[in-house]
Structure formats: structure tokens, C-alpha cells
């Protein structure tokens, strides 16, 4: 699946060298974190990332298009962890033959998204961003990442319906109420750095079996 290339206006002016392009997107990370985007400038991405400002700008065009970059690239890293979570407890090939396994399972899933989402410094920097600026930037709502997430488990709920587990009638509603239980409710409207270990788990747990109280198979 493409992400940051699938939106014309997300991509990147020149593609240039992998190396500056990463230094240049984890430079801009942690200043628009610290300082705030508005107060951050080229200059200062350009030095903490150890290359000329104008290879910052030929390389993203413009800080608008750099932060955009910013989030585009962590909203990347959580949905290979969420493909690798699922290919890991949710799998097709996963032992699931009843509900208590699945419920098992999805709290195993849930877990490692969620520790994974909710304790690196990545992910706490992009929630931070997204929280301040993802109003203004309407570019990134038609982006495929945007749904992608809910998609990959809607999938997966989809597919333990069809095995008589789950009352499913609308996967996508269903994953956002999974999302909702889970992971949303574990920040807590926080920024992700804020939150206990032990706590995550044990809203995530829950989350997890009330999702299952209300979408067991009951006929």
C-alpha cells in the first residue's frame, strides 16, 4: 500500500538521500515539539539535522509540507505496528476457536498497539502535533492513512463474524467502537508520554472485554 506518494500534495519536492531525509523529518519532530511549529524555523531544522537549509527546502518545499511529512510518516510506523500486531494474534492461521480465545487475542492485539502507540517518544511527539495543529490541515484528511487503521481491523472483525464469534452488521462502526474502548480511552484525551504502563494495560483489558460483551455472537 502507498501512503505518502498516493496524495500528490503530500509529496516530497526532491527525494534526494534517505539519510538527510530521515535526519530532516526527526530534527523537525522534536523542534515543532519543543518550540512549537510557528516558532521553529528552517535554520534551525537545518541545523540540528546537520544539513543546509536549502536541502531542507528542496528536499519537503516548505514547513507546512514538512510537518504534514512529520505526521504522514509516524501515521506509517503505527500502521506497520498494527499490521504487525494483527499478523500476530489476529492472523487467519490464529488458534481461535471460541470466544474466550478471541478475547484473548484481541487483548493481546490490543496491547501491543496500544504500549507500542502509547509509551514512544514518536508517537507522543505526533499526538502532540496532530492535538495542536491537525485543524489546519485539511490536506491530510482525504490521505489514506487517515483510515487506514480502522480499516485493518475492521477487517479482521469482519472475519471472526463470518466464523460465528462476533455480531458484526457494520465492520467500520465496529472498529471505531474497538478504537474507541482501546486505545482512545487509554489517553484519556493525554498526551501519550503522561500515561502509566500498568494503567494502559488495564484500560486496555477492559476496553477489550466490554467490546466483547457487546459484540458476542449470541445466536
Do not use: W
Request: glycine letters at 6%.
Amino acid at each position: 500500500m502507498t501512503t505518502s506518494s498516493a496524495v500528490a500534495p503530500l509529496r516530497a519536492v526532491r527525494e534526494g538521500n534517505a539519510a538527510k531525509r530521515a535526519a530532516i523529518l526527526a530534527a523537525a519532530r522534536e523542534l515543532f515539539v519543543l518550540d512549537g511549529v510557528e516558532r521553529t524555523s528552517m535554520d534551525a531544522i537545518a541545523a540540528r539535522a546537520g544539513v543546509s537549509k536549502r536541502t531542507v527546502y528542496d528536499y519537503y518545499g516548505d514547513k507546512r509540507r514538512l510537518l504534514i511529512e512529520v505526521i504522514v510518516a509516524a501515521g506509517e510506523s503505527l500502521l506497520e505496528t498494527l499490521r504487525t500486531a494483527v499478523a500476530d494474534h489476529l492472523s487467519d492461521d490464529a488458534d481461535i476457536p471460541d470466544l474466550a480465545s478471541l478475547e484473548a487475542a484481541l487483548t493481546r492485539f490490543a496491547v501491543q498497539v496500544g504500549e507500542s502507540m502509547l509509551t514512544t517518544s514518536d508517537y507522543a511527539a505526533t499526538f502532540r502535533l496532530i492535538a495542536e495543529n491537525g485543524a489546519a490541515l485539511e490536506e491530510l484528511a482525504d490521505h489514506p492513512l487517515a483510515q487506514a487503521p480502522e480499516e485493518a481491523v475492521a477487517e479482521r472483525l469482519a472475519h471472526f463474524a463470518r466464523r460465528g464469534l462476533l455480531d458484526v452488521p457494520d465492520p467500520r462502526l465496529a472498529a471505531d467502537h474497538f478504537n474507541a474502548l482501546t486505545t482512545l480511552l487509554a489517553t484519556n484525551g493525554r498526551y501519550p508520554a503522561r500515561v502509566d504502563d500498568g494503567e494502559i494495560r488495564t484500560v486496555l483489558t477492559e476496553g477489550v472485554r466490554a467490546f466483547v460483551r457487546a459484540y458476542a455472537h449470541r445466536g
